[in-house]
């Protein structure tokens, strides 16, 4: 059972209501996506979005990660301990078109997810998305050919080479796609395809929401929530009437740092209880902070507002 609506939730609704205020929102920048395998080929990318021209790549790096193989293509695992020493170059491709999200999701296949990430070039951080192994480990090899987690980081990888024209089957598509789809008919593979189960979260809170006592009674909870200190980069706070409002920067900016509180969620149904409290002019995304992790934060739809439209 949810709490009375507080004045910033009577607040939203009424500027919710506002015929002025329901103004088309403005696009969110397009999204980037790093490649470490065959799609950090321009040439392949290019093939497989059916671009007119070479697609531009940026050199870029992520952490945390490593480098397996499954048969004779690249599977990247997030590392258990998050060791920030290990490191995958590859390249970065801004997706400009909707509609290529669900291509590349295709051409990968059920074996591997979508999955935000922290991308660094030339020591800049930015929020990326790339292309995950979501298989049993078991089937991954080591770069050399061992079948077991690394201990230490692989060496420097470079990007292999494209797959060449006589082993691709059918425009933009590859031999890796008659394997996902020919593996996708087993019916122990199915099992692969199946969203995984909800798993705690851990959310930047900052306004009312930083407050435990608040939190406490809104979501419920038997004990006074315990926070922990976080900075996350790239963003900037604005100011609605008396209340704040968090803003992610379009253009990478390092020196751009908003402290506030971290919280695990530990139901969805609390995931639920908060969107409900934000209310429509917040929507919950990918952020980045001080460190490796990917945190989720509450910050408008509509980027006008940030300017107090």
Same mark, same amino acid.
């Given at each position: 059972m949810y709490h009375n609506p507080t004045e910033m939730q009577e607040r939203f609704l009424a500027s919710y209501k506002d015929k002025n205020f329901l103004k088309t929102p403005e696009p969110?920048?397009?999204p980037k996506y790093f490649f470490y395998g065959t799609l950090a080929s321009p040439a392949t990318l290019q093939q497989v979005l059916g671009l007119d021209q070479l697609p531009t790549l940026t050199d870029a790096?992520?952490?945390?990660?490593f480098l397996k193989r499954w048969g004779p293509y690249l599977a990247l695992v997030r590392d258990p301990d998050r060791n920030i020493e290990m490191q995958v170059k590859g390249k970065v491709y801004t997706l400009?078109?909707?509609e290529h999200k669900a291509i590349l999701q295709d051409y990968e296949g059920p074996t591997y997810k979508l999955v935000p990430c922290r991308a660094e070039?030339?020591?800049i951080p930015f929020l990326s998305y790339v292309f995950v192994w979501n298989g049993p480990l078991g089937e991954l090899e080591d770069l050399d050919g061992r079948q077991h987690c690394p201990t230490k980081m692989h060496p420097q990888s470079s990007l292999p080479p494209t797959i060449p024209s006589d082993q691709r089957v059918g425009t933009g598509?590859?031999?890796m796609q008659e394997k996902f789809r020919q593996a996708a008919m087993d019916p122990n593979f199915a099992e692969l395809s199946?969203?995984? =189960?909800w798993r705690p979260e851990v959310f930047f809170l900052y306004g009312a929401l930083a407050d435990p006592a608040f939190l406490q009674r809104l979501l419920?909870? =038997?004990e006074v929530p315990t926070f922990g200190e976080a900075t996350i980069?790239?963003?900037v706070m604005k100011r609605w009437g008396a209340f704040p409002v968090l803003t992610k920067m379009d253009v990478p900016n390092p020196n751009l740092l908003v402290t506030g509180k971290i919280y695990t969620v530990t139901k969805e149904e609390h995931v639920a209880r908060l969107t409900q409290f934000v209310g429509p002019n917040f929507r919950l995304a990918p952020c980045l902070i001080k460190g490796d992790d990917i945190l989720y934060i509450f910050r408008p739809t509509i980027r006008n507002w940030f300017y107090g439209v």
């Open positions: 969110l920048p397009p790096v992520i952490h945390g990660y400009t078109q909707k070039h030339d020591g598509r590859s031999v199946k969203p995984p =189960p419920s909870l =038997p980069l790239n963003a």
